[in-house]
């Protein structure tokens, strides 16, 4: 557990609350004077990407961690051609748009981005890796200064101007290491939940289908269905065509403006059965 300090004073930033007397709310553009993007070699030039080629980073590759491979790679050329600009190890990196806006990386690698990477710059003046941290935090903060309709978006002018709590250099070093210790151990406890949850889920799947397809009986004398998925079943059992015996019935797509938040009528839709079942 880290220590409590001995004061507190209000940030003048909602988002953060109170911090030591000794800390300060400082905009990201003020610690890191270097901030930017990057772009998109044209889809259609084959000669611009190579499975061998050079880091090109997309917020795809984004995983709320480090960065230490790109799924795409780019050659010379379309760095040459579209001038690409390559960001140094330790640089923060937050998706500013599409579907995993405000995620984030802290690269472990050189690598140019698409237009979609907001890249933060190491600076002499804060850690990169609370840097990295702060933006975890700030990801609600960042979606609440959004624009956009359908896919929300947020730009380098609002992470630019994004306040964040600023200790002395020494702290933040401190606050890092303790949180990668304490994250580590967090990560290994959800990927065995995970794991477990995975085998659950395969027993479920067996039980279900094996009572569906054999019965409770398991000295039962069984015979072939004469259907793959199905296998085996009990000899007094028989495989008919649903349609004989159940009468099924479509529903239709409803527009989002045809919905509600409450009312009189229902709607069922395929999420919530999906989520129902798991």
């Avoid at 259609?44 to 997309?58: I, P």
Wanted: charged share 25%; aromatic share 8%; net charge positive.
């Amino acid at each position: 557990m880290m220590k409590k300090y001995d004061a507190y004073k209000d940030s003048g930033v909602k988002w953060i609350g109170e911090i030591p007397n000794h800390w300060e709310a400082i905009k990201i553009s003020r610690v890191h004077p270097i901030i930017g993007s990057g772009t998109t070699p044209l889809s259609s030039r084959e000669d611009y990407y190579s499975e061998k080629g050079l880091n090109w980073l997309q917020t795809g590759d984004l995983n709320n961690g480090l960065i230490t491979e790109t799924s795409k790679k780019i050659t010379p050329k379309a760095v040459d051609e579209c001038k690409m600009k390559f960001y140094p190890i330790h640089s923060v990196v937050i998706a500013m748009y599409g579907a995993t806006i405000g995620k984030v990386g802290l690269l472990d690698i050189e690598t140019a981005t698409n237009q979609a990477c907001c890249i933060i710059v190491p600076s002499k003046r804060i850690c990169p890796k609370y840097t990295f941290y702060s933006f975890i935090i700030a990801k609600e903060e960042l979606l609440l200064s959004s624009f956009g309709g359908g896919q929300p978006n947020i730009s380098q002018d609002i992470i630019r101007k994004l306040k964040v709590p600023v200790p002395p250099l020494s702290e933040q070093q401190s606050i890092a290491s303790y949180l990668d210790v304490k994250t580590e151990k967090i990560d290994k406890m959800i990927a065995k939940a995970e794991k477990k949850t995975e085998y659950l889920d395969e027993l479920k799947q067996s039980l279900i289908t094996r009572a569906v397809t054999r019965g409770l009986n398991p000295n039962t004398p069984l015979k072939d269905s004469g259907v793959n998925w199905i296998g085996n079943i009990p000899m007094h059992w028989d495989i008919a065509c649903l349609r004989f015996f159940l009468r099924l019935i479509n529903g239709r797509a409803y527009s989002q403006n045809e919905l509600l938040p409450s009312g009189k009528y229902k709607v069922l839709r395929v999420g919530m059965l999906l989520k129902k079942y798991k």
